[in-house]
């Protein structure tokens, strides 16, 4: 599949098509979203708000609203506390595959990258999930390569049934499903689905997904959707930070999620705030304008336009940023971390996604929390 021959905006035969408007009202207000049309004044006054209009979610992304750190800060923080307590969910991924058949510039997985690809064996993915249970760990995130040849949904369904043998909670980060499929792996044991849109741009999603099916735009916008059609129980969104214009992708994200929890008011909702990283072959991959105090700005903001939602903190960021934003704003943290095929239990069979900023233990990162006054929490949702 190559850049001529699929429209970027256009399903292809084997993609569902299911019944929604969320994506032309997120689309719609990300076009007409000014940024630097804000003023101090509206950044005060959505301060002041219990609830956030969509409005007042615009003027905290932005630029006026950097002065306003402090304030939106310590005003995320009440709300955190007051809707999560003193709580942080720990877990940690495992990448079963790096195959992938897609083209994506900035990913350090894209198909025509030269790296070591690997794929686990069932025995070997349960050798993993030993190792990781063995930390004390309840709740695991499985993740491959975007590839439905190497790893079918079947492949993942079995991978997600030995993982519910020893976790709680099973998450899935692949690529994007019908609903009957996100319905299998949830009746595999499945209960929690991520998937980011990268940017909302579509101009700039068309350059920068030159190939596979990860080029189409509203069949990965409607993932979300189709997981909670599926029967999942919650869903995760985010935009890759420097991709595109932060502010104004951020801000989509933030409606792509307050559309669904309108849709879905049972679902749980999350969000990731992942930074543009090197990766093997590209050492320059960096978040361009995308700098600790911008990321920081995003997460308060989707805090306190979103209070129930869950954030989660990724080892993209160094140490010292995760443990302050752990009890301000966000909620999950991963430990002990690898971004390469396996590695838990023995050497890593595939090379890595990208480079982490934090190799903390789950040891380590347990600590840090309590020294913070702050509870890990290795289970919050129990399957019945």
Request: one cysteine or more.
């Amino acid at each position: 599949m190559h850049l001529n021959n699929i429209s970027h905006m256009d399903y292809l035969p084997d993609m569902e098509i299911i019944q929604s408007d969320i994506m032309e009202k997120v689309l719609d207000y990300m076009e007409a979203y000014d940024a630097d049309s804000y003023t101090a004044q509206d950044v005060q006054r959505a301060l002041q708000k219990e609830w956030l209009t969509i409005e007042d979610y615009g003027a905290l992304l932005s630029p006026a609203a950097l002065p306003y750190l402090e304030q939106m800060a310590q005003k995320a923080k009440q709300e955190t506390a007051k809707h999560f307590g003193t709580s942080v969910c720990l877990f940690t991924p495992l990448y079963i595959a790096n195959y992938c058949e897609n083209h994506c510039v900035y990913c350090g997985f894209n198909c025509h990258n030269h790296i070591h690809r690997a794929k686990l064996t069932m025995d070997e993915i349960e050798q993993e999930l030993q190792a990781i249970a063995a930390t004390g760990l309840q709740e695991i995130l499985l993740l491959t390569g975007e590839s439905r040849t190497a790893s079918s949904v079947e492949y993942i369904g079995e991978a997600v049934k030995l993982a519910a043998r020893y976790f709680r909670n099973v998450g899935i980060e692949i690529y994007p499903l019908n609903t009957e499929e996100y319905r299998y792996l949830n009746q595999c044991g499945a209960d929690f689905v991520s998937v980011y849109q990268e940017t909302y741009n579509t101009d700039k999603y068309e350059q920068v997904h030159l190939s596979g099916h990860k080029r189409v735009f509203p069949y990965r916008f409607y993932a979300q959707e189709r997981a909670l059609q599926g029967g999942m129980r919650g869903v995760a969104f985010g935009a890759l930070l420097g991709l595109d214009n932060f502010r104004k992708d951020a801000f989509a994200a933030g409606l792509h999620a307050y559309y669904t929890q309108q849709k879905y008011p049972q679902a749980d909702i999350s969000f990731s705030c992942p930074r543009m990283r090197p990766y093997i072959n590209n050492a320059e991959n960096n978040p361009n304008d995308v700098h600790e105090t911008q990321l920081l700005q995003v997460m308060l903001a989707y805090r306190l336009f979103l209070p129930f939602a869950g954030i989660t903190i990724s080892t993209r960021e160094r140490a010292g940023f995760r443990d302050n934003v752990v009890g301000m704003c966000a909620t999950k943290i991963s430990a002990g971390v690898r971004t390469g095929v396996g590695g838990h239990e023995e050497e890593q069979k595939g090379d890595e996604q990208f480079e982490i900023s934090d190799s903390r233990s789950v040891e380590e990162v347990d600590a840090m929390l309590r020294q913070r006054g702050l509870q890990p929490v290795y289970i919050d949702h129990v399957r019945v």
